[in-house]
Every structure is written in structure tokens, then in C-alpha cells.
């Protein structure tokens, strides 16, 4: 028999060997945890299955929004980082298992020799070696499965990412279309406000008033139109956030939200429609980071098998063939046994044991955070709706009881100060309707990324998955 040959039987029953052996350290179990069966103020006991690739954003029936948003999950650089991760993540796995035990190199050598009244000699040698580790006590997969673990997280993370560019961007989007729904109101309050001035002044030019009520409506206008600026300035800071998040350049985004803005309203939702938020059990599925975090705890624990089979002996299969002037060959096992740091070898065992606990911690802890944002966004989401729908109400009123004083304040029936006091209540009450809207878009959409809907969505990114 040939060396040759004999390798090819020492490798095929080290493959035979490995797959029978048993791994030390403790297998993955799910930790159990108590979870209510709903949610705080909800009646819903009932699971909403997977929203990973639920486009939420589509409910606020915006062509635009819904087009930056595709356009910046394609593009983000922190969604592409995280991308970059997945590959540095797979390409370690490949790394460990039968790739991280064997090793061998194939040798040529060629040598000329020769000198003075010396005949010129030539000699050249052909050299094939290889060893492998015998996984004894599944060291080797243990690693193998922390790796995977490694890589599931990191796929994981791409859906954070994918949640937390969510959340930024169509906040920002959400704020930028407020401070020009709030401009458009203020516009209204100066309109109305001129025309009160017009109507002021043929008072005082008839003799029905004087200049101190036209100043007063002059220094009302003033005060509404002074507002404009700071509107403007905090406009433009959300767009320029949203340039940064969409990696494009500012002015052309400021063209495309200025196209035909005065026409918009400000984003808003289905006030009667109820949208289901599952149970708490949901979030261990449906929320990427709470899968991170469980991964973690899987690879912690393999890590626990690689340092205990780190303790314990390990054989080497190695051998060699050498093609020279005469043909030789080598094989053989040699045994190794940590004798003098199996202290050191504790010490890192234990230090493995505790990180795995410490992994677990966290999860339950992310667990924890993950129901907390849910019922924390759905109950500011429930008070919303009733906010909105009791401004929309008092706006509506000081807009008739404007009309209403406005009249009487041409037919002289009411003073100048009624009229301006409902006024400054009506633009206030605008504003404040606004704002509750705002408030109210921004509160929905953190409580969908709670939920963790839309971490999968279909764009470049979840096809490289």
C-alpha cells in the first residue's frame, strides 16, 4: 500500500469518527419567559402572524413618502453597513468546522548545484502533507454553531437598521409636512387678519374707530407674519435630515416637497379604522432585535462547548508523502492533553458560562423593552385619536365664532377686542390642531416600529438575505 493511500484512509475514517462523537457543553433550550396574553388596553388576544414586510407607511395614502421610502431602504448607508456585515458574518462561517481542523501543503523544491571541475547536478523533490484535528468532543462544531448564530444576528441587525431608518425618515417626513401644513394656517390667520385691518380702517376713516384698534389689528398681522420665518427655518431642518438620510442632494429634495404642497394636507389617518397589535408573544418573532439577542444567547452557550472541549485531550491525524530520489511516506497519531493551564482553561470556561448568563439577561431584558414600547405607542396612539378628533372640533368652532364676531364687529353689535380675542384663540386653535395630527402620525408610526413591522420589506438589501 502507498502512502498515498493510506492517507486517503486515515482522512475518510477521521470524517466516519468526527461524525459520531459527541459534543460537550450544554445544548441551546429556549429560556421560558412570562408574557402576558395581551397587551395593557388592548381587548386583542390573538396573534397578528408576521408584519416584517408590511408597508405601514402606505396607510397615509402619500405617493411621495411612499417613494422616498423605497428609494432610501435601496440606499441608506447605514442599512448598507449593516448589509457588509452579513457577508464579514458568512464568510466566518465558512471559516470554522472541517475548514478550521485541517490543513495541508503540497511542496516542489528544485535545486542546481555544481562548481569549478564540478559536474552540474540537478535534484528536485515533490513533497504532499496534511494533518486534521479528531473533533473528539464536538469543539470544533460547537464553534461552528456559535458562528451561525453570529450570522443570524447579523442578519437580524440589517432588520433593526431597516426599522430605525424607518422611523428617522418618515418622522422627518411627518415633521416637514406639519411646519407647511403650518405655514398654509398661519397664511390663513394673516389673511383673515388683513381683512380685519381693511375693515379697521374704514371704521376709523368713517369715525366708528380709532387708530389705536388699527394698530392693534396692524400689530396682530405683524405678530402672524413674524411666525413665518421660524416655520420656514424648522422646515428646511427636516429636510435637510431627510437629504442626509436619503443621501441626495438638499435642493432638488426641496423642490419635489414644495411641488404643489399648498394643495396637501397634513399627513393624517383613518380616525375609526383600529389596527391590531397582537399579543406580547408576537414580539419574539416579529421584532429583530429580540431575535438578535436570542442569537446571542445561542452562540454564548456553544461558546461554552468550545471552552470545555478546549480542556480536554485532542488527537491529530497527520502524514506526508515526499517524491525525491527515493519515495517515502509518514503517517501517524499524536495525542495532546493541556496538563499545566488547565487553570487558565477554567478560568476561560467560566468566564463562558457567565457571558451566557449575561447574554440570557439581556434578552429577557430586550424582551422586556420591546412590550414596554408597544403599550407605551399604543396608548399615546388611543389618546391621540381622541385629541384629534376634540381640536378638529374646537377649531371648527372658533372659525364660526370668528365669522360670527366679524359680522358684529362691521355691524358695530361687538367690540374690536372681542374680535381680536377670538382671533389669537382661532390661530391658536389651528395650530394646535396641527400639531395633534403631527403628534398623532408620529405615535402611529412608532408604535408600527415597535411592532416591528416593515423590517423586511422587499428592496435590495432583503434580496441579498
Known sequence: MTGKHILFLIYTAMFFLQAGCAMVGPDYNPPAINMENRYAESSINTSIGDIAQKSWWEDFEDRM?????????????????????IIASRATLRGKGINSVLSGDLEY??????????????????????????????????????????????????????????????????????YQYSIKLTERSIATRKKTLIITQKQQAVGNGTEMDTEQVKALLYAAQANIPDLEASYYAQIYAMATLLNRPSAELIGLMNRGWKKMKLLGLDLEVEYDTGIPADLLRSRPDVRSAEQALIAATAEIGVATANMLPSITLSGSITASGTNTWSFG???????????????????AISEAKQAEITWRQTVLDAVEDVQAANSAWLRDREKVKLLRQSMESYERAFELSLEAYEAGVTTLLDLLDTDRSLASARLDFADALREMSVDWATLQVSLGAGARVAGVESKKE
Not at 448607508?77 to 449593516?82: C, K, N, P
Open 65 to 85: 413618502l411612499n417613494r422616498l421610502v423605497v428609494e432610501g431602504l435601496s440606499q441608506n448607508l447605514d442599512i448598507a453597513a449593516a448589509a457588509e456585515r
Open 109 to 178: 523544491s528544485y535545486n542546481e548545484s555544481g562548481g569549478e571541475n564540478l559536474r552540474t547536478s540537478t535534484k528536485g523533490s515533490t513533497g504532499l502533507s496534511g494533518y486534521i484535528i479528531l473533533d473528539l468532543f464536538g469543539g470544533v462544531r460547537r464553534e461552528r454553531q456559535a458562528a451561525a448564530a453570529q450570522l443570524q444576528a447579523a442578519i437580524d441587525d440589517i432588520e433593526t437598521a431597516r426599522l430605525a431608518y424607518l422611523s428617522e425618515l418618515i418622522g422627518a417626513y411627518i415633521n416637514a409636512r406639519y
Open 333 to 351: 497519531p499524536s495525542i495532546s492533553l493541556p496538563v499545566f493551564n488547565q487553570g487558565s482553561l477554567r478560568a476561560s470556561r467560566d468566564v
